[in-house]
């Protein structure tokens, strides 16, 4: 049992304690036990036997506490190893001029039956009171909100996640380790919630936040995937976003962006502006800083509209790929101008021909690039089996989305009101009849097949520029080597129709 009870005002209670550890070394003898380390700590060959902390302290500071079920054995002096030494070790979180005078008493038995109690002065030496000093581990001894930062107006469309900018950002918190231990600190968790007079709601105003780690300073480099610690999708405040990785090392210093998105139908006039706590652990110490706020209230604005037509795709190069070696491989380039008003997301790429397989993209889809701003894309695609091929461009349909929530699919190729075709392939591929065009606007074709008679032996239809056909007749015969006739259509996405003159196959 350890109590302290006897301890001049102002006493330390259980408040200032975050554990209390009893230690153990069995002696061969002697009369007095093994000094603790300059340190304080229990000499090195103490060991830990049991701790309390939590509600166990409830009563340390009246009643007392008690270290129950030790099975401790300490022989009779007859045989040897006839004592033992316990140290009782707080770990102190304390308030600096708070007393200690601890007393501590030991029961137990002694032979088949007998039971003691023993209360020696105390877990000090007679007399003396000991009183909190120093610092102990305490997080961030600085944890403040930075002055000045964020925008005082933020459009509503703004997509600060992953954004690589600086325009959902609209709160930057520090954290600075000083004390004089060894312990790095690691921020768990912060807690968000609105300021008052703020008018903003949660989901309709401000749709997710997220935080980020910065190398120092912030800038519109630290806003990306890597380095983001910690997200939710808002649906109500308070709101407490779990931070992994987020730490600082001991005696570092490191800085936060908060980053929020504003779906497009944010109400205009309302305002964002957040307080903010966050629960910290250093060492065995776990902490709540804050609450801090922000001293700059952002305006939600309507900012321009979506103009998807503004958003330019630069023609794919090469203006054809072709394979040689069966499932080669090619890197096709894009670029995206945005200049549409708003942000953008690149969703996907889907190939035109079915013989092309996208084998990945980098970077990696979907990706955002803000307005004025341009991303190039380079899709690796691999080729055909049965080779050589060649492949003229658009090879794919690019999609892409607004902030707004408005989409388009576009072919990576130049932009073409009028359907055009400017020419038209048929090759007999193994037991394959292979039908392509090159073109714009080109949204499907289609394409059947006549024997010299006139009668149909087989059509096929297809999205894009492709069409294939086996080499057979409506029986399921492989077609006789010869020369066949073919009509061509092709189709754009607006409804115009191109139809070929008559033409010849050759089946050998």
């Known amino acids: 049992m350890v109590h302290n009870a006897d301890a001049p005002a102002p006493k330390a209670d259980s408040s200032d304690i975050i554990a209390l550890k009893l230690f153990y070394i069995p002696t061969s003898g002697g009369s007095t036990c093994p000094a603790p380390q300059s340190n304080g700590n229990p000499p090195a060959a103490a060991v830990q036997i049991a701790s309390l902390s ?151 105003d401000i749709s997710r936040i997220a935080i980020y780690q910065c190398a120092g300073t912030c800038t519109s480099g630290d806003i990306n995937a890597s380095q983001r610690v910690g997200s939710v999708t808002v649906t109500s ?54 609450p801090v706020t922000d001293d700059l209230a952002s305006t939600i604005q309507a900012g321009p509209s979506c103009d998807l037509s503004q958003v330019r795709i630069v023609p794919a190069t090469p203006s054809r790929v072709r394979f040689t070696q069966p499932s080669q491989q090619r890197t096709i380039r894009v670029v995206i101008y945005n200049n549409s008003g708003q942000t953008i997301s690149i969703d996907d790429v889907v190939e035109l021909y079915d013989e092309l397989l996208i084998v990945s993209t980098a970077p990696d889809l979907p990706v955002t690039v803000n307005n004025r701003r341009r991303q190039i894309l380079r899709v690796t695609v691999e080729g055909p089996e049965e080779v050589p ?70 059509q096929a239809d297809a999205d894009g520029p492709v069409v294939m056909l086996k080499a057979q007749d409506r029986s399921g015969q492989r077609l006789a080597p010869g020369v066949y006739l073919y009509i061509m259509t092709v189709r754009s996405p607006d409804g115009q129709v191109w139809r070929s003159e008559v033409r010849k196959l050759i089946v050998r």
């Open 54 to 204: 939590g509600g166990a302290l409830a009563n340390f500071a009246t009643t007392g506490v008690t270290f129950s079920g030790l099975a401790i054995f300490v022989n009779d002096e007859a045989v040897g190893n006839n004592m033992g030494c316990l140290y009782v070790v707080a770990d102190l979180l304390g308030v600096n001029g708070r007393n200690f005078k601890t007393t501590t008493g030991v029961s137990g038995v002694e032979g088949p039956s007998g039971s003691f109690t023993d209360v020696p002065p105390g877990g000090a030496p007679a007399g003396t009171v000991r009183t909190i000093s120093g610092t102990a581990s305490a997080g961030c001894e600085t944890f403040s909100a930075l002055t000045g930062i964020g925008p005082s107006t933020i459009l509503r469309g703004t997509v600060g996640f992953d954004a690589s900018n600086l325009n959902g950002r609209v709160m930057e918190f520090r954290c600075v380790d000083t004390d004089p231990d060894t312990s790095s600190v690691t921020i768990n968790s912060v807690t968000i919630t609105q300021a008052s007079g703020a008018t903003a709601q949660a989901g309709s």
């Open 389 to 458: 091929a060649t492949f003229w461009r658009p090879y794919f349909d690019i999609t892409f989305t607004c902030a707004d929530g408005t989409s388009d699919t576009r072919p990576a190729s130049r932009a073409s009101q009028a359907l055009e075709v400017r020419k038209v392939i048929a090759e007999a591929v193994g037991e394959t009849l292979r039908f392509s065009v090159q073109g714009h606007s080109i949204s499907g074709i289609s394409v059947q097949l006549f024997d010299l008679m006139g009668r149909v032996v087989g």
């Open 237 to 290: 405040f308070p709101v407490t976003i779990p931070l992994s990785s987020a730490l600082i090392p001991d005696n570092g210093s490191d800085t936060f962006a908060v980053v929020v998105d504003v779906p497009t139908g944010a109400t205009v006039g309302r305002t964002i502006q957040f307080v903010l706590t966050a629960n910290v652990t250093e060492g065995s110490v776990t902490l709540t800083h804050g």
